[in-house]
């Protein structure tokens, strides 16, 4: 298989390293090949969580600027950090919903223009998929679901060859008992999103 390379990046706290075994162990149920990375930095205090997932036949995570065929940000502001990774065919989802860091609570920072944000991901990628995750997360029950509703988008896309069916398995697997029919409801209406 022709490698797909995937970019997710959140803030800590988001889910994104759920999202991220979710969808790797959904992958090995469908016999898709996968290797994962993950970068935490400062997550514990709201920093940058980032991870590099790679299906098909390849020997590294490693996903070089310009390298990333898909691209998912839970955060807006964090979509632009990590841009870079994107090119002219890259398939970008967005949570347009802002988590602004600590400086611009207190002035010492400033957020930038979610308008500002969406067209420049928009003029950088092939195809951009933006929308208010977090209200489709609160409408499954909890806004913690963000990451489900955005793995959901993720596969609605159908540029990865995995089941909607396997990952609604590996939810059912991988997270608490208390939250699987949660997560499957977010899920769900993430991939009706992408259509």
């Known amino acids: 298989m022709e490698p797909k390379r995937l970019i997710i990046v959140a803030v800590g706290g988001q889910g994104n390293l759920l999202a991220s075994h979710v969808l790797g162990e959904a992958a090995l149920m469908s016999g898709v090949p996968v290797r994962m990375s993950e970068i935490h930095g400062m997550a514990q205090r709201g920093g940058v969580v980032e991870s590099a997932l790679v299906f098909g036949d390849a020997k590294s995570t490693i996903i070089s600027d310009g390298e990333a065929d898909l691209f998912v940000s839970f955060e807006p502001c964090e979509a632009l950090r990590a841009l870079k ?111």
């Open 85 to 195: 990774k994107c090119n002219a065919n890259t398939v970008a989802i967005t949570n347009t919903r802002p988590l602004p860091p600590f400086t611009a609570f207190i002035g010492r920072g400033t957020y930038p223009d979610l308008e500002t944000v969406t067209e420049t991901l928009k003029n950088k990628t092939g195809r951009l998929i933006a929308f208010d995750a977090t209200a489709l997360a609160e409408e499954a029950g909890n806004p913690m679901c963000l990451n489900m509703v955005l793995l959901g988008t993720l596969i609605g896309t159908g540029v990865l060859p995995i089941t909607a069916d396997s990952i609604r398995e590996a939810i059912r697997t991988r997270t608490k008992a208390d939250f699987v029919e949660m997560n499957l409801a977010a899920f769900e209406k993430g991939f009706a999103r992408a259509a």
